[in-house]
């Protein structure tokens, strides 16, 4: 079975603060994506990755960066926190889709970040 | 704008009731829909429909994607209370990376 780790499962933070949340994936997998996730608009995608080094800007890119130095690890960067960044974070990651073979996407259990 | 719709927004229904969840969409460029269940951690994968009219079936639940009208219905017969969760729908538009676009999600409870 896939296995997509979230660092965290609740965070707390100040506004101002530098915050990270990690993932990593057991499957060798290319692609990964961070999500967040707040009631009644969903999942938002922030940002996704297919590659090492390689990084996209999601549907909501402001206020965060990502990395992507090794194959397993995708990390989020709340560059200043704020209290509008406070929401739950899901980490997943898929193979790549090749051609007519297409696979979903497999989740993390979450961060739920408080920023105060 | 690519968009997903679901509905109803929330629904309560009796253990053994039949229920159907529906997901609508606008993209360009499509490829895939997918099901989800969340309960209190990450969503699993439920199904991934790719051509119309062929009927993904698991257990008790069962779907189905019309591409010439634009949506899906996700059926779960017989309820159960462990069926109580958030249901996504998302949809696989474009690109190298398979990006999703979800809808807001069906909150369902079944009650006893």
């Known amino acids: 079975d896939v296995k997509v780790t979230q660092s965290s499962r609740y965070l707390v933070k100040r506004t101002g603060e530098k915050v990270f949340l990690e993932c990593v994936q057991d499957?060798?997998?290319?692609?990964m994506f961070w999500y967040r996730q707040d009631p009644g608009l969903g999942l938002r995608l922030i940002y996704f990755?297919?590659?090492?080094?390689?990084?996209e800007k999601g549907d909501i890119p402001e206020g965060y960066s990502v990395s992507r130095e090794k194959k397993e690890r995708f990390s989020l960067i709340l560059e200043s926190a704020s209290t509008n960044q406070t929401s739950m974070y899901l980490c997943?990651?898929?193979?790549?889709?090749?051609?007519?073979?297409?696979?979903?996407?497999?989740f993390g259990d979450g961060t739920r970040l408080s920023i105060l | 704008e690519d968009k997903v719709v679901q509905s109803p927004l929330s629904l309560v229904v009796h253990e053994g009731d039949t229920v159907t969840l529906n997901c609508s969409y606008e993209?360009?460029?499509?490829?895939?829909l997918l099901w989800y269940k969340q309960e209190k951690k990450a969503p699993t994968f439920l199904f991934m429909l790719?051509?119309?009219?062929i009927e993904k079936k698991s257990g008790r639940l069962s779907s189905i994607l019309d591409k010439k009208e634009l949506f899906s219905i996700l059926n779960i017969t017989a309820t159960q209370t462990g069926d109580s969760a958030i249901y996504l729908c998302?949809?696989?538009?474009?690109?190298?990376?398979?990006?999703?676009?979800f809808g807001t999600g069906t909150r369902l409870q079944v009650t006893l």
């Open positions: 997943a990651s898929s193979p790549p889709s090749r051609g007519s073979v297409k696979k979903p996407q497999h």
């Open positions: 990755s297919y590659d090492v080094k390689m990084k």
């Open positions: 790719t051509s119309s009219g």
């Open positions: 998302a949809v696989d538009f474009t690109g190298t990376a398979s990006k999703l676009t």
């Open positions: 993209v360009t460029n499509f490829r895939s």
């Open positions: 499957m060798d997998h290319e692609n």
